[in-house]
């Protein structure tokens, strides 16, 4: 872990980071109650058949999500797969499937085809652990420190990052070079590349609120940081005589997704930047994951919430760009898989984004019932 001046922030992937990356992973939308244990890519299966080892001095891979670039072999192309049984996807190795385990006997009875039925099922949910997508993305946490987070809520946003971070270290070793954490104010105390829930909890401690709310600031330079690694990377392809076109310098650069968490509204316009950047990510012909930013609103404030549903829901609209935006309140207990699961992904997701915060709805009502009845 470093300290940086937010001067200039340049968000921490670093060229040795810099792979293909696979398509967005397939959430199928349904509750999920609990925060899922990670998937172990040695114990996978896909439909009733196991993954076999790769060729590749046995680097894991992810079932869904391909191999990183550091894992992969540059002299072995990608091929389709021989059997419908193995994951395909152009980053990952040659893969020789082993006889499917179905296909050695065909069903003799209406009682055999079920029960196959339902074994494909149960193996192929194995590999719908939404939290995956995480190992695609560099992650950013940006902190309000303003003075309005003195107190309750700052205490509120430490809970909440610790169970953030948490998670997304669990599902991003090995994948990652560790997540980003940049404060409104207390520029001095910004980490790049932290690496440990420990880490964090030490950094965060050693901040104390003041200030305003200068959130399109911190947002501005982060994302004028990513596009400029793009350039970058655009015009180093065009000196070396490779392909450059929009799609193919993409392809180079890891995603962003950007997670605030935040009390209040800004006392600049974060709305410029994000129209300006979207638009920017639209003409450069960016994949609609490219970039994601979600708000996270602590506290139960009315106008707060306003402002950041606008921010969600009508700026695309408005200005006719791309959605780049989410916001989700936290509502002041233990994250449930359905909200842990819509802050870390619902901004690069636009399924996740869509779903609505029925449960964070009613969990505010019951919080400010209760803060209500604390004070009598």
């Known amino acids: 872990m470093e300290n940086i001046d937010l001067g200039y922030y340049i968000p921490a992937t670093t060229e040795d980071d810099l792979h293909f990356h696979p398509n967005a992973v397939e959430i199928d939308g349904k509750s999920i109650d609990a ?4 998937i172990s890519p040695k114990k996978v299966e896909f439909y009733d058949e196991p993954l076999p080892p790769l060729n590749i001095n046995k680097n894991p891979v992810s079932p869904v999500i391909g191999t990183p670039a550091e894992h992969s072999s540059p002299n072995i192309s990608p091929s389709p797969p021989a059997s419908p049984y193995v ?3 152009p980053n990952r190795n040659s893969l020789t499937p082993s006889p499917s385990p179905l296909s050695s006997s065909p069903p003799t009875s209406h009682s055999t085809a079920t029960a196959e039925r339902i074994a494909r ?4 949910r194995q590999v719908e652990n939404p939290y995956l997508l995480l190992q695609q993305f560099d992650t950013v946490f940006i902190i ?3 003075a309005s987070m003195f107190g309750h809520n700052w205490q509120e946003v430490l809970e909440a990052l610790k169970t953030l971070t948490r998670t997304a270290f669990e599902y991003t070793r090995g994948y990652s070079s560790g997540f980003d954490l940049l404060f409104l104010n207390s520029w001095q105390y910004n980490a790049v590349q932290v690496k440990t829930v420990e880490e964090i909890v030490s950094t965060f401690k050693q901040v104390v609120p003041h200030g305003v709310t200068p959130t399109a600031n911190v947002l501005d330079g982060v ?5 400029d690694q793009f350039y970058e990377m655009r015009d180093r392809r065009q000196a070396e005589g490779l392909p450059y076109s929009g799609g193919r310098a993409w392809e ?9 968490l935040t009390d209040g509204e800004p006392t600049d316009e974060p709305e410029d930047v994000i129209v300006a950047i979207a638009r920017e990510l639209d ?16 506290g139960d404030d009315e106008h707060v919430t306003e402002y ?10 408005e200005y006719q760009i791309r959605d780049i935006v989410d916001t989700t309140p936290y509502t002041g207990k233990d994250l449930t898989g359905d909200e842990l699961l819509k802050i870390l992904l619902g901004a690069v997701n636009k399924r996740l984004d869509r779903q609505k915060n029925q449960r964070s709805g009613s969990r505010r009502e019951e919080r400010r019932d209760s803060r209500h009845g604390s004070t009598w």
């Not at 099922?121 to 192929?124: A, G, I, P, V």
């Not at 003409?283 to 602590?298: H, T």
Request: zero cysteines; hydrophobic letters at 45%; charged letters at 20%.
């Open 308 to 317: 950041l549903e606008a921010l969600d829901d009508a700026l695309s609209k």
């Open 223 to 227: 994302l004028r940081g990513y596009l």
């Open 121 to 124: 099922h149960r193996s192929s």
């Open 252 to 260: 180079a650069l890891k995603p962003l997704n950007v997670v605030i």
């Open 35 to 38: 925060i899922p244990k990670p």
């Open 283 to 298: 003409r450069l012909n960016a994949p609609l994951s490219q970039v994601g930013i979600q708000f996270v609103q602590i």
């Open 87 to 89: 994951a395909y996807h």
């Open 144 to 146: 309000d420190d303003s």
